[in-house]
């Protein structure tokens, strides 16, 4: 069984910062890439950031400059320095997977269940 766990949501006024961790634990053989994913109320989810197995980022522009993805390979782990937060950023935050259980098989994509972020204005 293979689960993917986050923490470091919570309420934080406009223009302050918060850290997200994301681990994943059990039967894992790698983890290619590892990102973190947003839904705000009445909106799609979308891609805040990810990262490949290399170190490899990605971002989205609304965060760019303000949001920091890092990865810790040996702990399964990835984390998000968010930094200037917006109430725009007010969101449950997913931490997204793609995981290989056994060498040579099809990686999948693990969901954990969200933190939330609200920022005040």
């Known amino acids: 069984q293979v689960q993917v766990v986050e923490s470091g949501g919570g309420l934080v006024q406009a223009g302050g910062s918060l850290r997200l961790s994301c681990t994943a634990t059990?039967?894992?053989?790698?983890?290619?890439?590892m990102g973190w994913y947003r839904q705000a109320p009445g909106k799609q989810r979308e891609l805040v950031a990810d990262?490949?197995?290399?170190?490899?980022?990605n971002y989205a522009d609304s965060v760019k400059g303000r949001f920091t993805i890092s990865r810790d390979n040996a702990k399964n782990a990835i984390y998000l320095q968010m930094n200037n937060l917006e109430p725009e950023d007010t969101a449950v935050y997913y931490c997204?997977?793609?995981?290989?259980?056994?060498?040579?098989?099809?990686?999948?994509?693990?969901w954990g269940k969200g933190t939330l972020v609200t920022v005040s204005s």
């Open positions: 997204n997977a793609d995981i290989k259980t056994v060498r040579g098989a099809d990686g999948m994509h693990y």
């Open positions: 990262i490949m197995y290399g170190g490899s980022t």
């Open positions: 059990g039967n894992i053989f790698s983890i290619y890439v």
